[in-house]
């Protein structure tokens, strides 16, 4: 992303809100986020920001322990993919603006 890593950060944290299901937050850096998802045991997000000087790159993953056959598991890793594609576009959009 052509933007810079703090404001970058300071995008996404606007976009995330405050949220009671914080693990961690390591600015400018790393954001960690446990979900509720109903028929998964654990569900978490992270976002993490790497800076190379006047751009940055991001990375979302997500991880969820369930049966690997399970298909609630396959549609929440459906919808989080979904969710953190939006989420990394829109970051880019107000980091940038």
């Keep these: 992303m052509p933007a810079p890593r703090t404001a970058t950060w300071s995008a996404l ?3 995330l809100g405050p949220d009671a299901d914080d693990l961690s937050i390591e600015p400018p850096w790393r954001h960690v986020r446990r979900r509720t998802v109903p028929g998964i045991d654990r569900c978490e ?3 993490t920001v790497r800076d190379d000087g006047a751009e940055c790159h991001l990375a979302w ?3 969820l322990t369930a049966e690997a056959d399970d298909p609630v598991a ?3 890793l459906a919808d989080l993919a979904a ?3 939006r ?3 829109a970051a880019a959009r ?3 603006p």
């Design 13 to 15: 944290l606007r976009l």
């Design 45 to 47: 997000t992270t976002v």
């Design 61 to 63: 993953s997500a991880g």
């Design 74 to 76: 396959g549609a929440v």
């Design 83 to 85: 969710e953190g594609e």
């Design 87 to 89: 989420l990394l576009a």
């Design 94 to 96: 107000a980091a940038n």
